[in-house]
């Protein structure tokens, strides 16, 4: 009876009598995750992230240990060392243009898809990530699918990767922790103190015990009793409910995301929202320019005005066109659903010429920059 009682919960998830085919989500995957958005719980069931036979409980990179870890984190190699704080270092582990593309398996439900796409919007809403359908010319791309319990592999690691979210996954918190790994992002907690100093740059970022990458302080227990115990008092890990703000700015920051808001007194100085700091962009001029009122930021639109993607409808309605976060992305990729057809492509800086000639548009450096600031004299438009 009891069996009986699981295979039919699992089937509220997924039917895995169905054959595992590729497909992608849909927009209607993308409505329903709007329509029936669930309440973030305060409790959330994570046991099937702890699996004691994998790698700190849900990752299965090959050859990874608690034995191995130094080497595959460049210990042994200072120069191509590590880590940042959790995330990888290496830029062979990340994807290109923060685009991850993926399939999912066939044998979700409609609700587990729904469950999916909330995860995904997320991304899309606060970070650059773009988890797109995966198509003829992807060689690397991770397919989502209702394995033994939650797991993922750490960064891109190339051809077919799997991400599973079987029994005890399908909740958002777990499907943005599990799709985080995937990003390039290990466990919060992992003492890397113990490792190399030159192996750990922190991001500019204190110890998150709000982390959706953090344990939960029941992890890998036997009795229901804590095993982790915080030093700080009185806080919380290991929520599920979704991204803490550390979170949303280390992805940002690893993939380079556009996240700095500029000021209205300086072209060379932008602020960092996260830290209230202030960051000096890399000085080419050698003569000062008159201060200028910063212009509202054209969209870079390129041939007729169609959006790129097939999601940019509910993205727009979930307020993804006006978010600080996303607003470029989204001027960018889903044009016609955030209603920037008719706006004309235009430098805002009066030196977006002169830099341009002298090569910036395409120099690492200042290529996010110019691109903002410059698009029209980039040739973006």
């Known amino acids: ?122 991304y899309s809403k606060l970070t650059c990530i773009d988890f797109a359908p995966k198509s003829a010319a992807d060689q690397d791309y991770i397919h989502i699918v209702p394995d033994d319990g939650c797991y993922s592999l750490v960064g891109r690691v190339g051809g077919k990767q799997p991400v599973s979210l079987g029994d005890g996954c399908i909740q958002k918190g777990i499907i943005i922790h599990e799709l985080m790994h995937a990003v390039g992002f290990f466990h ?41 115990e915080p030093r700080k008092k009185n806080v919380e890990i290991g929520q599920r409910r979704g991204f803490s703000e550390n979170d949303i700015y280390k992805i940002n920051k690893l993939y380079k995301c556009p996240q700095l808001v500029p000021t209205t007194s300086s072209p060379e100085e932008e602020v960092d929202e996260y830290n209230k700091q202030v960051t000096a962009l890399p000085e080419e001029h050698t003569t000062e320019e008159p201060e200028e ?24 309605h979930s307020g993804h066109c006006d978010s600080r976060f996303s607003k470029k992305f989204m001027s960018e990729n889903c044009p016609k659903s955030c209603k920037k057809c008719n706006t004309t492509c235009e430098d805002s800086r009066s030196w977006c010429e002169r830099w341009a000639n002298s090569g910036m548009c395409t120099q690492s450096i200042f290529k996010d920059y110019m691109k903002k600031k410059c698009a029209k004299s980039c040739q973006l438009c």
């Open 1 to 122: 009876m009891t069996c009986a009682i699981a295979v039919n919960s699992s089937r509220q998830f997924f039917d895995k009598s169905l054959p595992d085919e590729e497909t992608f989500l849909s927009d209607d995957d993308f409505r329903a995750a709007r329509v029936a958005r669930s309440p973030d719980a305060d409790v959330v069931d994570d046991f099937s992230m702890y699996n004691p036979n994998r790698f700190e409980g849900d990752i299965v990179n090959s050859g990874l240990s608690s034995r191995t870890i130094k080497g595959f984190m460049g210990e042994a190699h200072p120069r191509m060392s590590g880590i940042m704080r959790n995330a990888v270092r290496q830029t062979y582990l990340m994807w290109t243009d923060a685009r991850i593309p993926y399939t999912i398996s066939s044998q979700y439900t409609s609700f587990s898809r729904s469950k999916i796409a909330e995860a995904m919007a997320e």
């Open 188 to 228: 919060e907690q992992n003492q890397f103190d113990k490792y190399s100093l030159n192996m750990i740059d922190h991001l500019g970022t204190a110890y998150d015990y709000n982390s959706v990458m953090h344990y939960a302080p029941t992890a890998f227990s036997k009795n229901g009793k804590p095993t982790i």
């Open 293 to 316: 009122k910063e212009l509202p930021p054209a969209p870079v639109i390129r041939g007729s005005c169609r959006d790129k993607r097939r999601d940019c409808e509910f993205l727009s």
